[in-house]
């Protein structure tokens, strides 16, 4: 996929610019709070939740680089196909993934 439209797919989910620093949220066991430097060749895991129709782009992590995760979320991800397109997007600008995890709960 060339850069341009890997660009244009995520400006449908409100960013701008992929290619520039964007925001994620860090979890509670490391002070929680939102940090704004995370790059999309940081992104190391895909999730998809079905029912809330959000991506998690899970960037850093303990056991990859020793500094706490950080998720950034996409959201109005209406179809499994749509997050599918987000992940051939994140590739084609660098992140190091390969596959979108679906998460459900047992009771969906």
Do not use: H
Not at 3 to 23: L, M, N, R, T
Not at 50 to 67: A, C, E, H, I, N
Not at 82 to 87: T, V
């Amino acid at each position: 996929m060339p850069e341009s439209a890997a660009v244009k797919i995520f400006q449908k989910y409100g960013i701008p610019d992929i290619k520039k620093p964007f925001s994620g949220g860090l979890p509670p066991i490391c002070g929680g709070g939102i940090i704004s430097d995370i790059l999309i060749t940081e992104v190391i895991r895909f999730n998809y939740i079905p029912k809330s129709k959000q991506v998690v782009m899970r960037s850093r992590g303990f056991l990859t680089d020793g500094r706490c995760p950080v998720g950034s979320i996409l959201y109005n991800v209406q179809t499994e196909q749509d997050a599918k397109e987000l992940l051939q997007a994140s590739i084609a600008l660098g992140a190091k993934v390969n596959s979108v995890y679906i998460l459900k709960a047992l009771w969906e």
